[in-house]
């Protein structure tokens, strides 16, 4: 029999106090922003909403969805989410399966994991990059929120580590029924890999969605902002002239429940799809991190 000591039933007391406030910490400002979204004008301006609305109304939503420039920012976002995922995960995939074999099977293995090392340590600088956006045209493009990202060295070597804990007779016996390197790949790895790949995946998803800088820096109009960017400009620059609700608008709502609405749509998506990608998390990370 297993018998807790006082003083273990006091820690985890304590923790569970400490975890309970950590979460308070985190949800609160959620549920307050929630809060103003469903709020009157006069509530919202006088600071008078706390943790539940005050003058309900769904004003600030409907004009928030019917506002031309944020619609179009949620496709931008769309868009860029699902083909960055997808164009990310299947370079890290392949990068990570042939750079997770030994040195007799790949000549020079060490040589390009170093090299993509290098990348993570020293960069050419933004100026060299924005010259580099301008030469290729792929400014104002959808590709320019895809491609420069689109090799994560820290993903592929969390998934490459991963790809080493597989079984080797796995692989081999793969190979004795006559299957190729790719066969392999997709039928042999990605199965047993899904906990690492699906909590990358979801990295990789909340990056892009989250990502504001390089929409502000290569996209010069702003009908091509990503949601990320549009919520920045409204917020932080204070840019209502382009990217918010129309003058007359404001007659009847406010301009702290707009934004908190838009706030909150553009967070609902992850709030989502957080959830069911979570339990994935500690296996996917903890078994790729500590291989060597």
Request: hydrophobic share 55%; proline share 4%.
């Amino acid at each position: 029999m297993y018998h807790k000591t006082k003083s273990y039933r006091i820690f985890t007391v304590f923790n569970y106090i400490f975890m309970i406030a950590i979460s308070a910490l985190c949800v609160i400002p959620l549920i307050h922003v929630l809060a103003v979204s469903f709020s009157g004008k006069s509530a919202a301006n006088a600071n008078l909403v706390g943790l539940w609305p005050v003058d309900f109304t769904l004003d600030a939503y409907t004009k928030t969805v019917a506002n031309e420039n944020f619609t179009r920012s949620i496709w931008v976002t769309l868009q860029r989410t699902v083909l960055g995922t997808a164009f990310s995960m299947g370079v890290v995939i392949l990068a990570a399966y042939a750079l997770s074999k030994e040195n007799a099977r790949f000549r020079r293995r060490n040589m390009y994991i170093w090299l993509l090392v290098f990348t993570m340590l020293f960069s050419g600088g933004l100026v060299p990059m924005y010259i580099l956006i301008q030469k290729l045209h792929l400014m104002n493009s959808i590709w320019v929120l895809i491609l420069p990202g689109a090799v994560s060295v820290w993903n592929i070597i969390l998934l490459l580590n991963f790809f080493r804990a597989v079984p080797k007779e796995m692989e081999e016996a793969a190979f004795i029924d006559g299957a190729g390197h790719f066969r392999t790949l997709f039928s042999v790895y990605l199965p047993v890999s899904m906990p690492a790949i699906a909590t990358l995946s979801l990295f990789t998803i909340v990056g892009h969605w989250n990502s504001w800088f390089d929409g502000l820096l290569y996209m010069t109009d702003h009908r091509n902002y990503p949601l990320a960017t549009f919520l920045q400009s409204v917020i932080v620059q204070q840019d209502f002239s382009k990217v918010t609700v129309r003058p007359e608008d404001l007659e009847n709502i406010s301009q702290r429940t707009v934004k908190a609405a838009q706030i909150f749509i553009g967070m609902a998506p992850i709030l989502i799809v957080y959830p069911f990608l979570q339990r994935f998390f500690v296996k996917g990370i903890v078994l790729g991190a500590v291989k060597e």
